[in-house]
């Protein structure tokens, strides 16, 4: 268990009473304010809480009766014992954190992969390197795999239904005996209240329940409680011999501990049998753009000469790749953006006094033109200052210069087979990075941009959390919509100390 809770954006360490303790404490758990928002600071406080509670639980268990009316003292776990403990915390928390890059590396590889998957899904020719084709090929194998599940859990859920009739019994779909529904079962239950609490997207609250139900499936229909860590680690070696990816595997098992941790936070379950589980994968280790190679980008054809292919689709081609360098947003990010997500919005400084600024707004929404944008995640919603080199370059003269004051920012941009504006204008980037950069390093993507924009925050010193603010990145120490945690004074204060020393990009519109 990992005694960390979270209540709004502050931390509690969380703690379940053993059962033989409940009546002398008069309570079934301990629930205690950190009085922290940051993740790791409320990390460093645990052990101390531990060892806290275990003198507690050790005092009241020696004050506890047996069965013959006699005091029957425990003795306190030793130092030993509890530094044993804590230790084991530690690594149990690192194996948390490590199950988390995974599934954030995964997605970036989907991310950086997705132009490839959809030109294999239309049928069409793909100018990629053979290393990228076949890990795209596995991926969508994996997503029709996906699919066929959907499809099968869709039938099994309405013979289910049909067999309501009989009290306390459900069908199974093998062939073997009806099996009890007596209790709390994670792929209906705790799913839907978890759900409720949580408001995820569709898609998400469905793969989450599919998580669930291949864990049923694969292990046995259980009631909640009734799972130990054992079926855990039977579940992933099933799926491994299923012929999931490690990083596929992470994501489920990371979906899995998610539910059974809800489960132990509003006490349907006692303990978290999936934590700590997790495949060590080696990471595909994504390179950032080094000073020479932004160099050897900035000084291309399209920059030093002018050139727009049509494949970069007009002023695309030029400002993405700039936009991403000084704001660290994804590609779809910066390639869905509308005219009217670009705007100027005023904010009191550390003074008090008003003051303007230029931005991006990253918004998911559907507009009245039918302009759908869409996010990664809660996150990803964010308000960008204009870092002042964009204004030099002459993003703001470029937007005056657009005649759809209502349309996209890159109106020639059109959408992939799954929805995507920059799938096909992706595909152009990497022929045109590998024909007329120079850049050799295949590990060397569009998704760079992200970690350089991290390298070059920590240059200027720019407090992660604050990066992670502005990039749109997922963590637990940021609050998940802008005003709140930083102040926009904050973010115009953060963008105006980011620099890129020793580049020098040619405008595309004289100011």
């Not at 997705?114 to 049928?123: R, S």
């Not at 099968?152 to 013979?159: E, G, H, I, N």
């Not at 596929?248 to 941790?261: A, D, E, M, S, Y």
């Not at 050799?440 to 993507?445: A, F, G, L, N, S």
Request: with cysteine; charged share 30%; proline share 5%.
């Amino acid at each position: 268990m990992s005694y960390l809770a979270k209540r709004g954006s502050v931390y509690y360490f969380r703690r379940i009473v053993p059962d033989e303790l409940r009546l002398a404490l008069g309570k079934r758990e301990i629930m205690l304010s950190l009085r922290t928002k940051d993740r790791e600071e409320a990390k460093r406080l645990i052990p101390k809480e531990i060892i806290k509670s275990d003198a507690l639980f050790a005092n009241a268990r020696k004050g506890s009766v047996s069965d013959q009316g006699k005091a029957k003292p425990l003795a306190a776990k030793s130092p030993a014992q509890l530094e044993r403990e804590r230790l084991w915390w530690e690594a149990e928390q690192e194996q948390i954190e490590w199950a988390n890059k995974a599934l954030s590396d995964q997605e970036s590889e989907i991310e950086e992969l997705e132009p490839i998957m959809d030109a294999l899904a239309a049928g069409k020719p793909v100018d990629a390197s053979p290393a990228d084709v076949a890990r795209a090929v596995q991926l969508l194998v994996i997503h029709k795999q996906e699919m066929a599940d959907i499809e099968r859990d869709a039938l099994v859920s309405q013979m289910r239904k049909r067999s309501s009739a009989i009290p306390n019994q459900v069908v199974d779909c093998e062939g073997e005996k009806p099996a009890s529904v007596q209790g709390v079962y994670l792929d209906t239950d705790i799913v839907d209240l978890w759900a409720a609490e949580r408001s995820p997207a569709a898609k998400t609250k469905d793969s989450y329940r599919r998580v669930a139900e291949w864990l049923h499936e694969r292990i046995g229909r259980k009631s909640v409680e009734q799972f130990t860590r054992k079926d855990i680690l039977a579940f992933k070696d099933r799926l491994l011999a299923d012929g999931q990816t490690p990083q596929n595997v992470n994501v489920k098992l990371g979906n899995l501990r998610t539910l059974l941790q809800w489960a132990v936070d509003n006490d349907y379950a006692e303990s978290n049998p999936a934590m700590g589980i997790v495949l060590k994968a080696p990471a595909n280790k994504r390179m950032t753009y080094g000073l020479a190679d932004l160099q050897s980008l900035f000084s291309s054809p399209v920059y030093a000469d002018g050139a727009r292919p049509k494949q970069g689709r007009g002023e695309a081609a030029y400002w993405l790749p700039v936009l991403a360098l000084f704001t660290g947003a994804r590609m779809e990010e910066l390639g869905q953006l509308r005219v009217g997500d670009i705007k100027q919005v005023n904010y009191p400084d550390a003074d008090n006094e008003m003051r303007s600024c230029w931005g991006l707004h990253f918004v998911a929404d559907t507009d009245g033109n039918g302009q759908v944008t869409r996010l990664k995640n809660a996150e990803s919603e964010r308000f960008v200052p204009l870092h002042p080199e964009l204004e030099r370059l002459g993003f703001l003269n470029y937007l005056e210069g657009l005649s759809d004051k209502k349309g996209r920012v890159f109106p020639e941009l059109r959408a992939g087979a799954y929805g995507r504006q920059t799938a096909k204008w992706g595909e152009w980037y990497g022929r045109y990075v590998d024909s007329d950069t120079g850049i050799t390093d295949k590990r060397v993507t569009f998704h760079s941009f992200r970690h350089t924009f991290k390298d070059y925050c920590r240059l200027a010193s720019i407090e992660e959390p604050l990066a992670n603010r502005l990039m749109g990145h997922k963590t637990q120490g940021v609050a998940a919509s802008y005003g709140l945690g930083y102040g926009l004074h904050n973010l115009v204060q953060a963008i105006g100390r980011y620099k890129v020393p020793g580049l020098e990009i040619p405008p595309s519109y004289e100011g």
